[in-house]
């Protein structure tokens, strides 16, 4: 299973940060990615400074049929379309993609390690994992995200919050099928 986490923190020329998600949902799927679970909108305080605007985040399992070096490129090409500029690290951003899993891989090169190295320390990939595939485990920990969410900080455990909202999958599903 490949497991993505998408979030924003910025509203953009598109839109909302929701619509800038929904609006990566759709450039996937342009992009030959077969969407199979989206997880609710998860909400978040930025980090490390909390000052930033709050970041909206969702988790999702996809298949691919090619190498994690293209989903990757695919990745990096919507946020640009999207009108991502990377500054600063932790930087406020109209959209971030992220390969949580890619099948299980280990892998490490110059752009991109797998699975993501803090992925079990991050409340925001956690419980929408969680919600959507909760007998995923770590490729490397060898834990599923109940565990992982039990072993972060009580500050962390709650300060995220499940939004009502949800992505509309249905439109994707149609486009794919």
């Not at 320390?121 to 919600?131: A, D, G, T, Y």
């Not at 995923?136 to 972060?152: C, D, E």
């Amino acid at each position: 299973m490949i497991h993505l986490n998408i979030g924003s923190n910025l509203d953009s020329k598109h839109g909302t940060k929701f619509d800038n998600i929904s609006i990566a949902l759709t450039l996937l799927v342009e992009a030959r990615v077969k969407i199979k679970k989206v997880s609710n909108f998860y909400e978040t305080p930025s980090y490390p400074n909390r000052n930033f605007p709050k970041f909206i985040n969702i988790g999702l399992t996809i298949d691919f049929k090619n190498e994690y070096l293209d989903l990757f490129k695919q990745t990096k090409l919507i946020e640009k379309k999207l009108g991502r500029i990377r500054t600063k690290k932790n930087d406020p951003r109209i959209i971030d993609i992220d390969i949580i899993d890619f099948n299980g891989e280990i892998k490490v090169t110059n752009d991109l390690i797998l699975p993501h190295p803090k992925c079990h320390l991050r409340n925001f990939v956690l419980f929408p994992i969680f919600q959507i595939d909760p007998n995923w485990s770590h490729p490397i920990i060898k834990k599923k995200p109940q565990f992982l969410i039990n072993s972060l900080s009580q500050k962390s455990r709650i300060e995220i919050t499940r939004l009502q909202k949800n992505v509309n999958i249905k439109t994707w599903l149609t486009i794919t099928n």
